[in-house]
């Protein structure tokens, strides 16, 4: 009897020292940035015993490789055991990750702040620990965010910065800083701002941040605040050393974003290959891991190749900008978009500038290919004044860029301008006919957009909304029929629709089209 006590005893014990190597070696591949590895660590741990600590890791693991169900499920279930333990620290830190994860996979804001303030509440009365410090940046990254608040972001961002110095934990202090740098940007603060992300950044190459949570969300700042200031010596230098960075961890989001920046910041010198190179790349990358960004990516594309003249290659991008919209439409639930984005006009203010809430208009690049391809004109009164209007919600960069466009002569009127003397040539029926596909690549996407996204996701579940509730639809912008109404002017501008009451370009593509036998 005391021989099979003691024989259960040593199972036990080596089942224990399994799981724990398991677990450690999960933790040491996390830290090496070896997703595949840690998660295969992580699932034998857990095939031996079910702890939090393994649920804990595998459910880091899925984040970085976007498996969201999995994200979900372990780390709920790890914050129920945490509590089961009394281990309020551990439940705490699951509780500030599954606030995140509300917020960047689902959108659901209420959701995620009911999270965070959990944690908080788990939090009081222990010791500083990393838990509070991550609650803090969390907290202050809401904070500039979703309220656009600059000052209380920084004001978390110095309590994180206390609790990294306090137990002498770097990435956190890291952390607090960056959120802090780019704070001062987003405030007005840019110079003093740019050098705490500058600092903060060159700690990540110097290796000494290991977090690889940390070291993403430094280097995510710091190419933003580049972009958002259009400082392209800086992000030059700085994306350039990142990618590398980037490419050794395995950080393929953040290397995707690094690139999409880094685009714009090649446009902006003309460097127009270079572009090209690296949005196919961050494209491919977006495809991989976040497919719900790659319609930015491909926007871009499509307005680098117009830029470029090269008019197939913008039909097929704006083409594969429609084919991800179909994936988004199907996919979105509605009441949860409904919801949960923020109010359609609804204006925030960061520092001294006041811009609006979820509204993709305030992008430049759809005006800029409105302009462009003649199918909008600056000159139009109606048209002219939505762009007055939107300029000043769009970034600095945006605002110049447009601005150039307005200053150029459309492509439709060019192609008329040569039409009775060039109409039989071999170039003049070639460009012409590609330029015809983009217009109508255009607006396709156009009319999915006002179809299949306003219509379902915005007007229909308006309709079941008490009409005391409709006002804030739209917060400080127009009714929501007035809005409505002038979508749906956009979209037919965009299609050139046969309409007598707005100035559509209807006539004058369908003399080009007749001129190159095209039909309609």
């Known amino acids: 009897m005391a021989s099979a006590k003691s024989h259960a005893s040593r199972s036990a014990r080596d089942a224990r020292i399994r799981r724990v190597s398991a677990i450690g070696l999960g933790r040491t591949a996390l830290e090496r940035g070896e997703w595949r590895d840690a998660k295969r660590a992580f699932e034998q741990a857990l095939r031996r015993d079910v702890t939090p600590e393994a649920l804990e890791g595998l459910a880091m693991a899925a984040w970085w490789l976007d498996d969201a169900d999995t994200v979900f499920d372990c780390r709920e279930r790890a914050y129920r055991l945490y509590q089961d333990r009394n281990d309020r620290a551990g439940a705490a830190r699951m509780a500030v990750w599954i606030g995140w994860d509300y917020s960047s996979f689902r959108g659901e804001q209420a959701v995620s702040h009911g999270w965070l303030r959990r944690a908080r509440q788990l939090l009081e009365g222990l010791d500083d620990g990393p838990e509070r410090a991550w609650l803090a940046i969390r907290e202050g990254n809401a904070a500039l965010?979703?309220?656009?608040?600059?000052?209380?972001?920084?004001?978390?961002?110095e309590e994180a910065i206390r609790v990294g110095r306090s137990i002498r934990?770097?990435?956190?202090?890291?952390?607090?800083?960056?959120?802090?740098?780019f704070a001062g940007v987003i405030a007005g603060a840019v110079t003093p701002g740019m050098r705490e992300l500058d600092g903060v950044n060159?700690?990540?190459?110097?290796?000494?941040?290991?977090n690889p949570v940390a070291i993403a969300l430094a280097c995510c700042y710091l190419v933003t605040a580049c972009e958002r200031v259009r400082d392209t010596e800086r992000a030059v230098q700085w994306?350039?050393?990142l990618k590398g960075f980037c490419r050794r961890w395995g950080l393929r989001?953040?290397?995707a974003v690094c690139r999409t920046q880094y685009a714009s910041v090649c446009v902006w010198r003309g460097a127009w290959s270079e572009a090209e190179r690296e949005l196919t790349r961050a494209n491919?990358?977006?495809a991989a891991s976040r497919p719900a960004l790659t319609a930015d990516g491909l926007t871009r594309l499509a307005e680098l190749r117009r830029r470029q003249g090269r008019l197939d290659d913008a039909r097929d991008a704006l083409e594969a900008v429609g084919r991800f919209n179909d994936v988004l439409f199907d996919e979105l639930d509605v009441d949860r978009f409904?919801?949960?984005?923020r109010p359609y006009y609804k204006p925030y203010r960061v520092g001294r500038q006041e811009y609006r809430g979820a509204n993709a208009g305030d992008f430049s690049g759809i005006n800029e290919i409105d302009l462009l391809l003649g199918l909008c004109r600056g000159n139009d009164p109606y048209y002219s004044q939505l762009l007055v209007e939107k300029m000043l919600f769009m970034r600095p960069e945006d605002q110049e860029s447009l601005r150039d466009c307005m200053r150029r002569r459309d492509f439709l009127d060019q192609f008329l301008d040569v039409l009775d003397a060039s109409a039989h040539t071999d170039w003049f029926q070639r460009n012409a006919t590609a330029f015809l596909r983009v217009c109508e690549a255009h607006g396709r996407v156009a009319a999915q957009h006002h179809d299949r996204l306003v219509a379902r996701f915005i007007e229909t579940p308006s309709r079941s909304l008490d009409e005391s509730h409709l006002v804030q639809v739209t917060a400080s912008g127009p009714p929501l029929p007035v809005l409505l109404s002038a979508l749906e002017v956009l979209r037919d501008l965009r299609l050139a629709a046969p309409r007598d009451d707005i100035p559509s370009r209807h006539?004058?593509?369908a003399r080009l089209r007749a001129a190159v036998g095209v039909a309609a």
């Open 507 to 509: 006539a004058d593509l």
């Open 253 to 255: 989001p953040l290397m």
């Open 338 to 341: 409904f919801y949960s984005v």
């Open 145 to 157: 965010f979703e309220d656009a608040d600059p000052d209380r972001a920084r004001t978390f961002a």
């Open 202 to 210: 060159a700690a990540v190459l110097a290796g000494e941040l290991s």
């Open 169 to 181: 934990n770097i990435d956190v202090e890291m952390m607090g800083r960056a959120l802090a740098g």
């Open 239 to 241: 994306c350039n050393r």
């Open 284 to 286: 491919e990358e977006f």
